[in-house]
């Protein structure tokens, strides 16, 4: 370790924050839009419809039963086809792009079975007044149950979401440039992998391990008395 | 107000009422007691729809709770619930608790939400508490909360579910002045409950229970004086004995 060249990681560093750029806007747009389509699965699963109860369970067993990189490229190389046979041109999708769709639907199935059991978490007498004062489903839903379910289950929603900013490290498989991706072009260009690999690891650590702290910390403001 | 009709409900093949038959007029405050499994707060939960049941019907103020084409949200509007476990929102401040259901079930107005919610605190001699969460207040003080909620939605009667029996005995006082206030006012209600002085005091008619059926339903001083049934003779022995 004695030949450990700092200089190789000051001149990239420019590309490499361009790869955390992207790993945290794909995180965070993949945390939105993966929670909001989990919490409409988690309806629908728990739902008395049984159509949307087990397209639902379907989808989330499909979803977390295929390795995330494989997902990855299946989106990457399918969507185009897909986008092909909707609107009859050809739409190049970039691998970047493809990304954010993947995480999104992906990382639903498992918000969604977060959000099944923070809404289960919610007592049945706390449905049954919302009714009593005259709410329909939609409305006890929005205004008692979910943000119950929600504020139960953050904690755990935030430690999924540290789990999905790592592996979005994995777009590196069709050659997108997050954090990683960036690190590992360098390393193909300038032959430096010590050097590379290590101050990845290294920035993945210190933001994971501050942010569960974090999340660790809120577990205990935001509980609800009850 | 309220008439029920040879109501009967089975959960898979245990029947929970069996022809249920009775009503309460406008004004009036019905008592219901029984043992517990007798079935009586499922027969008040059936009165607005909160359960389900599978024949005879129920109507309150004219429309009927079962038939097809009646909106449940608006007939559980104008039926003010109390329930035994209180079931106020935690997630909301006392104040949001009162106004929730009147801004978004009745699209009153916020500040005519806020001050009717206040009003109501103030009426059950809560308003110090406004801005506290429910998790903050004792249980007698939650329950007369939850009673001030359901009056904020200016029901036409009231279902109370045992609003005294998860109680500590120091605060069930509290809870039935308020009770006892709404019905010299004359608000009709319907009340499961084991407060027999509260029945004395106020009730009207006294209805019995056992196994899922109406054993006994009287006035008050036909039910206190000489109860008909064996049944009823041996549970108002063993809750009164002291």
Known sequence: MGD??????????????????????????????????????????LSSNPLLQRFAAAYINIFRSVPLVQVIL??????????????????????????????????????????????QSVPRGQVGAGYALGFTYAQSMRYVVLPQAFRNML??????TIVLFQDVSLVYAIGATDFFGAADKITQRDLRPVEMYTTVAVVYFLICFALSRLVKRLQTRIAIIR | MIEINNVSKWYGDFRVLTECTTRVAAGEVVVVC???????????????????????SITVDGTSVGARGTSLPKLRARVG??????????????????????????????????????????????????????????GGQQQRVAIARALAMDPIC??????????????????????VEL????????????????????????????????????????????????????????????
């Open chain 1, 4 to 45: 450990f060249d700092f200089s190789v990681i000051a001149e990239n560093w420019a590309f490499l924050a361009e790869g955390l750029r992207y790993t945290v806007q794909v995180t965070l747009v993949a945390m939105i839009g993966g929670i909001v389509l989990g919490t409409a699965l988690a309806l629908m699963r």
């Open chain 2, 81 to 138: 619930m109390v329930f035994q476990h209180f079931e106020l929102f935690p997630h909301m401040s006392i104040t949001d608790n009162l106004a929730i259901a009147q801004i978004k079930v009745l699209g009153r107005g916020r500040d005519e939400a806020r001050q009717k919610g206040l009003a109501l605190l103030d009426r059950v001699g809560l308003k110090a508490h406004a801005d506290k969460f429910p998790g903050q207040l004792s």
């Open chain 1, 155 to 160: 904690p755990v929603l935030l430690t999924q």
């Open chain 1, 74 to 119: 299946a989106f990457y190389l399918i969507l185009p086809l897909v986008l092909r046979l909707v609107t009859g041109q050809m739409i190049p999708v970039g691998a970047d792009t493809s990304a954010y769709l993947t995480f999104m639907v992906f990382e639903a199935a498992y918000y969604a079975e977060i959000m099944r059991s923070g809404i």
């Open chain 2, 158 to 179: 009231m279902l109370f579910d045992e609003p005294t029996s998860a109680l500590d005995p120091e605060m069930i006082n509290e809870v039935l002045d308020v009770m």
């Open chain 2, 34 to 56: 029984g043992p517990s499994g007798s079935g009586k707060s499922t027969l008040i939960k059936c009165v607005n729809a909160l359960e389900p049941f599978n024949e005879g």
């Open chain 2, 183 to 242: 019905a010299q006012e004359g608000m009709t209600m319907m009340c499961v409950t084991h407060e027999m002085g509260f029945a004395r005091k106020v009730a009207s008619r006294v209805i019995f229970m056992d196994h899922g059926h109406i054993v006994e339903d009287d006035d008050k001083d036909a039910f206190f004086g000489n109860p008909r049934s064996e049944r009823a003779r041996q549970f108002l022995d063993k809750i009164l004995q002291h």
